[in-house]
């Protein structure tokens, strides 16, 4: 089954509350698309779908329950609390999810944290049906997906924010494959770490040496051999761009045992053609501010930023999370007079973003230059004009940021 056709038969049975085994079947191809071994159980006395994720000692299981309704809105009354908690024991499972259209208010979340159900509407998980597709989650990622107990739009927001940085990988691939034969094009003939991180496209999408060095070992392994060092961190790139994709494609025949149908076509497809038709006057407009994204808003329990007028994109923070980094802006703010992204993430490493949820390091890095933006945005602070890395200094008073954070922190 295609992703298509997944996403427009959960649309079509989710509402059909005379008919729930259909949207019960659909849910369990859904979560076979992400990954996991899905088997429907459904009748009396236990689950309708359970999940497993086969990745060693890491395993684990979830049972989801798949609800209908005609009005698109899943009552408190409609949830057997008690059989849930059942179903967890009888299954010897870790999580439970309750999957429907919608859910409606009252006192459904609160009965939702007090049995400890994640609650995922349709919308949500095609969300994370489609950002699969374009660069999939890891089993793990979808586990701290289902930690969470209540509604699950912060945490969806969240995830997908984090998948889109990881997409950003591609985006990231193919600069350095055009810098690197820019670079090799000039009268040296070969290219160095240093002169592809001085590049102007390399620092515009604020690529660091550590991407420039992992691509560079990827593309040198032996059955890629697309790179070759001639000097001390002197390379040529020994292939042409379309035997590069098809040693690519070769690998991925050779590990797929049938190819994801997706006819979803990639944002980051569509930014990279973009970019290809860019002209170099664009390239070269100077840089005012440090910060790549260009407006801010709060909507409802996350903050969301949008990078890059041109092919944007938008990046969310929950509000808790937003809050930890920001008191650790503060306090860098109160030791030294310049500050930047490193900085900060060194003081965020193996804490607490909120409270059982550890900071995942260099897959929740934008949230810091996220926030490093906003602040430059509202002009709390100011670019120093360095590059690697880029600094801020504040250009108001520090209590006036602490102020301002407050009242962002508890704005909903």
């Excluded at 798949?66 to 008690?82: P, R, V």
């Excluded at 950002?131 to 945490?155: M, V």
């Excluded at 040496?209 to 070992?217: A, C, G, K, P, R």
Aim: aromatic share 8%; with cysteine.
């Amino acid at each position: 089954m295609t992703l298509e056709e997944i996403i427009q038969n959960l649309k079509d049975t989710q509402n059909k509350s005379d008919a729930p085994t259909e949207y019960e079947l659909i849910l369990a191809e859904a979560f076979k698309f992400l990954g996991y071994q899905a088997k429907t159980i459904s009748g009396k006395g236990d689950t309708d779908v359970l999940l497993t994720a086969n990745i060693g000692k890491e395993s684990y299981k979830v049972d989801v329950d798949g609800k209908t309704s005609k009005n698109d809105k899943i009552s408190d009354a409609q949830i057997n609390w008690l059989s849930l908690k059942d179903h967890k024991e009888k299954n010897n499972s870790n999580f439970v999810v309750v999957a429907g259209p919608g859910f409606a208010g009252g006192n459904l979340e609160k009965r939702a944290q007090e049995y400890d159900v994640s609650l995922l509407t349709t919308d949500e998980l095609i969300k994370i049906l489609e950002a699969h597709s374009k660069y999939p989650f890891t089993l793990l990622e979808l586990k701290d997906l289902f930690a969470e107990a209540g509604y699950l739009t912060e945490q969806v927001d969240d995830l997908l924010s984090q998948n889109h940085v990881r997409r950003s990988f591609l985006e990231k691939f193919k600069t350095i494959i055009e810098e690197i034969e820019k670079l090799q094009n000039t009268r040296l003939g070969y290219f160095t770490f240093e002169s592809l991180a001085g590049r102007e496209k390399i620092q515009e999408l604020e690529i660091e040496l550590e991407d420039i060095e992992n691509i560079i070992q990827l593309l040198k392994i032996p059955f890629i051999n697309a790179i070759s060092e001639i000097d001390n961190n002197k390379f040529v790139f020994t292939l042409e761009k379309k035997d590069l994709s098809n040693t690519f494609f070769q690998i991925s025949q050779l590990i797929s045992i049938k190819p994801v149908t997706a006819t979803v076509k990639t944002d980051i497809t569509e930014q990279t053609e973009a970019q290809a038709d860019a002209t170099t006057t664009d390239e070269q407009v100077e840089r005012t501010v440090g910060t790549k994204y260009y407006k801010w808003q709060i909507r409802g329990t996350s903050l969301f930023a949008t990078a890059r007028e041109e092919n944007p994109y938008e990046h969310s923070c929950p509000i808790d999370h937003f809050k930890t980094i920001i008191s650790k802006i503060i306090k860098a703010f109160q030791e030294q007079n310049v500050i930047n992204n490193d900085t900060i993430f060194q003081m965020l490493e193996n804490q607490e973003l909120s409270p059982n949820r550890v900071f995942k390091g260099k897959a929740e890095e934008y949230k810091i230059r996220m926030i490093l933006g906003v602040l430059e945005l509202e002009g709390y602070t100011k670019w120093t004009g360095s590059l690697r890395p880029i600094e801020y200094t504040l250009d108001k008073p520090l209590d006036e940021l602490i102020k301002w954070s407050e009242e962002t922190g508890i704005k909903k």
